[in-house]
């Protein structure tokens, strides 16, 4: 068989070498030909290109005797990027497409000869591993001929080019095993071994050939070489475009796996390599619009892994989105995904450009929604989430902002709770900026603490965090007041967790606004301080209207006597101008004299009047004064007192709470102290934790991987001191009482009394610790609630819970 082989190996190689004598000697013929009508014809410059002369054409066939004298133009193995030339120039722009054709035909000359070369070494290899390679290829299990060929490309790409295009053949099969498993392989290869890191493919044409001698330095064997790789990276990007052009199928068909693994191949192309990116990024972003709503989701995951790899995409990322957002056959769902993409971007002041145009895209969006008051989806959630984020990264005109006041507050009235939150968190943030916080903000705010929605919402410690921001910069210390009773009123019909962060909130409000801590100790004094002030207004007010009665009585006998001394120097100087002037002159200085004493005494009696009636006026208005200040007063002093016993009232009411941690922090609240707590409670005092430790379990340490910072953090509890022992292991019970939360003292004083109970010695042994009776038995537990009921295992009322 050997023998056989061999034969007709020899026969083979005699007949290429035949074949190859007689093209070389039709090539001959041509050229004279082409010789000699050139010769008759115009200039040869006008033909040929300097660079493709005559010379040229015999070195190509001179390489073609090379070549058949076993010879490689580049040698087998290693990758074929390392024999690439980097350092070229740039094209130049003036290179004719006759020039590139006639390099193309050489170039794809050189190629096939080395490829058919290595075949022909290949096939005379009889070495077990050659002979095992050939053997799988042609009857191996399909695992198996994948990897030989992945294997063989690996080997030597270039001269294995026939079995690349093998395996892209493959992926275009309508079995979708096959066509997915020679799509894994063939990724592998584009990123291991294939594609370059840092450029792009270039096409044959986009080469320096007018300085093709002038790089190689005249050498022929460095030109063909040139010319061969040249056209390889040419091969390879057509290649590629198929390969993407099959994986593109296969994102599109009916199976959801083979849709997932078809987007894992774009995904991790586009992030490895810049080949063909932007076809590749289309493609990405077009799954966002899947009828499947976990491709959608992947597709959306997938963007933002993009993103936080590539941060300098973000805004190329974001108007690839846009388009799909504004596709008309789009689907509500999808618009849904690629909004929540976008708003996990990771924004920072460098990117005014971008959030300005996420602003935009969330506007309109927001606006198209309310129009057609599709307002109880995710939808509008999701926009108010994007703009809150990106607001404060972004250059926006107030009109911009202003144009929505009226639709954003109208939405938090109007929609469900979470999305009124958004609402109040953008106008918060919206105002803070300007330094304005207007009262129409508090009023929905103070509403929105009424919601009913609030008891079962995922969003307490947003809401209480946007609640703490906003009383702590309000400067209308009643208003403050009116929030902290609604919030303690709220408190009555909510969960322990949600109580204790609010008590908390309190506390801390009380630290800031020394006004507010007057709410615990204000109630029985004020209305006391209130009365005297009345009674001080209403004598200042009566010595006022005495004060002006005596003053009117004063002016009206001043006038009086003034007028009484005119008339009498009047009458004296008129006797003495009678004495001296005629009858008729007394008669009239007579008459002038009682007419004057009677204008005088009328006017000092008219005075008199006005001065008492003005008098009289003025002590009316002064008591009429007095008694409304009073009545204003008292009124005060009475809902004063209402507020201040009011919040006496819940807070007492909160002291007696169930749970010792609201009864602890009630306490602390209403002997005037802080609380003083560093955990969350609306995470440590929820009814699942304590189902958890009632049961021995500690919460699993779970790590999850956050694609963006944007992204909510993971739900899992992670406990820390004392709350991260078991209940029942000997570290815990060898604290002390003091240093165990109180919704804990229980499990403490149980497991240490157990713990006493096994250390008697019963018929001289000791119980072993894990045996069954060491487990929890009902008598034994029936037993000691008995106990705590009667009082015989007291309650350590003066514990500090936030140790």
């Known amino acids: 068989m050997r023998e056989k ?153 270039i001269h294995n080019a026939p079995k690349l295009d093998t395996m892209i053949n493959m992926c275009k099969k309508k079995g979708r095993r096959e066509a997915l498993m020679a799509m894994e392989s063939l990724k592998d290869l584009w990123i291991s071994e294939l594609l370059p890191d840092n450029r792009k493919l270039r096409k044959f044409s986009r080469h320096p050939f007018d300085q093709l001698s002038k790089i190689t330095g005249g050498n022929k064997t460095a030109k063909n070489k040139r010319l061969l790789l040249w056209y390889f990276e040419d091969f390879l990007k057509k290649k590629y475009e198929e390969y993407l052009e099959a994986v593109k199928l ?39 619009g899947d009828p499947d709503y976990k491709i959608a989701a992947r597709t959306s995951h997938l963007l933002g892994k993009l993103v936080a790899a590539h941060p300098q995409m973000k805004l190329v990322v974001a108007e690839e989105v846009e388009t799909v957002l504004y596709r008309p056959n789009i689907g509500v769902k999808a618009q849904y995904y690629a909004v929540c993409f976008l708003n996990q971007f990771v924004l920072s002041h460098d990117e005014p450009e971008l959030a300005a145009k996420l602003i935009s895209i969330y506007f ?52 469900p709770f979470q999305t009124g939150l958004q609402a109040l968190m953008l106008l918060h943030q919206v105002m803070d900026a300007r330094q304005a916080m207007s009262d129409r903000y508090y009023m929905a705010l103070y509403k929105k603490l009424a919601d009913s929605e609030l008891k079962n919402s995922p969003k307490q410690e947003m809401f209480l965090n946007l609640l703490f921001k906003s009383l702590k910069a309000d400067m209308v210390l009643q208003r403050v007041k009116a929030f902290v009773k609604r919030l303690l009123q709220v408190c009555s019909c909510q969960q ?37 002030l009345v009674l001080v207004t209403a004598k200042v ?29 009047t009458a004296t100087v008129c006797s003495l101008y009678a004495s001296v002037m005629l009858h008729i002159t007394a008669t009239v200085c007579s008459l002038y004299a009682s007419v004057t004493a009677t204008v005088c ?26 008694s409304v200040t009073a009545t204003v007063c008292s009124l005060y002093a009475s809902v004063t007192a209402t507020d201040c016993n009011l919040y006496a009232s819940v807070t007492a009411t909160l002291a ?54 944007m992204q909510p953090k993971s739900k899992s509890y992670q406990p820390s001191g004392v709350r991260s022992l078991l209940v029942n292991s000997e570290e815990f019970m060898q604290k002390a009482e003091s240093e165990v939360p109180l919704d804990e003292v ?22 072993d610790e894990d045996s069954d009776a060491s487990s929890v038995e009902d008598e034994e537990f029936d037993e000691y609630l008995d106990e705590l009921e009667t009082g015989e295992i007291g309650v350590d009322k003066n514990v500090d819970f936030a140790r």
């Open 541 to 569: 007010s009566n010595l006022y209207a005495s004060i002006t009665a005596i003053d009117c009585n004063l002016y009206a006998s001043v006038t009086a006597i003034d007028c009484n001394l005119y008339a009498s120097v």
């Open 250 to 288: 296969l994102s599109h068909d009916t199976v959801a796996a083979v849709k997932s693994s078809a987007l894992s191949a774009i995904y991790e192309l586009l992030v490895q390599k810049p080949e063909q990116e932007k076809y590749l990024l289309s493609q990405l972003v077009n799954k966002v």
């Open 364 to 415: 309109a969006f927001f606006n198209a929604f309310v129009k057609k008051k599709e307002i109880d989806g995710k939808m509008l959630s999701a926009l108010l989430t994007g703009v809150n984020r990106a607001y404060p990264f972004a250059k926006v005109d107030d009109e911009t902002v202003n144009a929505q006041m009226d639709t954003i507050f109208r939405v938090i009235h109007i929609a």
């Open 5 to 157: 082989k061999k034969s007709d190996t020899k026969k083979s190689s005699t007949e290429t070498e035949k074949s190859g004598i007689k093209d070389t000697k039709s090539k001959a013929k041509t050229k004279s030909v082409d010789g000699d009508k050139t010769s008759k014809g115009k200039k040869v410059s006008d033909v040929q290109h300097p660079e493709v002369s005559s010379t040229t054409l015999s070195t190509a066939v001179s390489t073609n005797k090379d070549v058949h004298g076993k010879k490689y133009l580049v040698q087998p193995g290693g990758k074929w990027l390392d024999e690439s030339f980097e350092n070229d120039p740039v094209v130049s722009t003036d290179i004719s497409s006759q020039l590139v054709e006639k390099y193309r035909v050489m170039a794809e000359k050189l190629f096939h000869n080395d490829v058919s070369l290595y075949t022909e070494k290949k096939s005379e290899d009889t070495s077990g591993s050659s002979a095992w390679i050939q053997t799988v290829i042609s009857s191996g299990t399909l695992g198996d001929k994948i990897a030989a060929l992945s294997s063989m490309v690996q080997n030597s790409p």
């Open 601 to 626: 005494s009328l006017y000092a009696s008219v005075t008199a009047t006005v001065c008492n009636l003005y008098a009289s006026i003025t002590a009316t208005v002064c008591s009429l004064y007095a």
């Open 496 to 532: 322990p967790s949600f109580v204790c962060a609010s008590l908390f909130l309190v506390s801390e409000l009380f630290r800031l606004k020394d006004g507010l801590k007057a709410l615990s100790r204000v109630a029985d004094r004020m209305p006391q301080q209130l009365c005297r």
């Open 656 to 709: 007696g709470h169930y749970h010792p941690s609201v009864s602890h922090f009630a306490n602390t609240l209403l002997n005037d102290q802080y609380v003083r707590y560093t955990g969350n409670p609306l995470q440590d005092f929820t009814l699942i934790r304590f189902l958890d430790r009632f049961v021995y379990r500690n919460p699993k340490k779970t790590i999850t991987e956050r694609v963006s910072v």
């Open 746 to 767: 229980f499990f403490h004083r149980y497991f240490s009394k157990k713990e006493e109970k096994k250390k008697v010695v019963v018929k001289g042994d000791i119980e």
